[in-house]
């Protein structure tokens, strides 16, 4: 009877290391991911608004890219996807207005990655207008109508949108993604859970597991 009363105790042992193994806990505010104290208003109704903070020669944002397209493609009508370039100093400024200028002339989709490309594998810093519209012309932009684009008044609007944004969204590193104007999560959010020294690509897929779980939450508490 001692015997069996064993074997049974260690079967559910078994058991209960196999349930937590099959479900992990929950991610938690305040670990790996931050709720924000005043929530940001969205537009974007039933859907689920999800906003990338990034900058173009950042180099964690270049590594995130590819798995972060993955992850709004599967997403698919559940979000409403945003991204925002951030501020630095006078050297990131043509960097940021290239993104609104692609973005206001709705080529971002198409160079976006294009861009990223240009900086980290060519090294191009793309830190001067001229080196900007040097680079846009050459993939066959028209440049006076960038350029034009660039200047304007609604571009200038948008990158100092971006600087009241760094303060209202609490946005200390980047890439930072906010879900629903409540949400923060982010690589470096994510290592708050994990133990080791994971590398670059597990905390990656870490945020992405984080950010699954905040857009089903949102969603859940729309209805």
């Known amino acids: 009877m001692r015997i069996l009363k064993q074997i049974l105790g260690?079967?559910?042992?078994?058991s209960v290391a196999f349930a937590a193994t099959a479900s992990p806990a929950a991610p938690v505010s305040g670990v790996e991911y931050q709720t924000l104290a005043s929530p940001q208003p969205t537009?974007?109704?039933?859907?689920i608004e999800v906003i990338e903070f990034f900058a173009y020669y950042c180099p964690h944002c270049n590594a995130l890219e590819a798995q972060l397209e993955a992850w709004v493609k599967k997403q698919g009508d559940n979000i409403v996807f945003k991204r925002v370039h951030v501020p630095r100093d006078e050297s990131v400024l043509p960097q940021q207005r290239l993104f609104f200028t692609l973005e206001a002339m709705g080529l971002l989709n198409q160079y976006h990655k294009k861009v990223f490309h240009a900086m980290?594998?060519?090294?191009?810093?793309?830190?001067?207008?001229?080196?900007?519209?040097?680079?846009?012309?050459?993939?066959?932009?028209?440049?006076?109508?960038?350029i034009d684009t660039y200047r304007s008044f609604g571009v200038q609007a948008k990158?100092?949108?971006?600087?009241?944004?760094?303060?209202?969204?609490?946005?200390?590193?980047?890439?930072?993604?906010?879900?629903?104007?409540?949400?923060?999560?982010?690589?470096?959010?994510?290592?708050?859970?994990?133990?080791?020294?994971?590398?670059?690509?597990?905390l990656q897929a870490a945020a992405l597991q984080v950010m699954d779980f905040l857009v089903a939450k949102a969603k859940a508490e729309k209805k």
């Open 159 to 202: 990158v100092k949108r971006a600087d009241g944004m760094m303060d209202s969204y609490k946005i200390e590193s980047w890439p930072t993604i906010v879900i629903d104007g409540r949400f923060q999560a982010s690589p470096h959010l994510a290592s708050a859970g994990m133990q080791g020294n994971p590398s670059e690509a597990e």
């Open 10 to 14: 260690a079967l559910a042992l078994c």
């Open 43 to 47: 537009d974007t109704g039933k859907k």
């Open 120 to 146: 980290h594998v060519e090294r191009n810093r793309l830190n001067r207008d001229e080196q900007v519209f040097d680079w846009v012309a050459a993939q066959g932009i028209d440049r006076q109508k960038f």
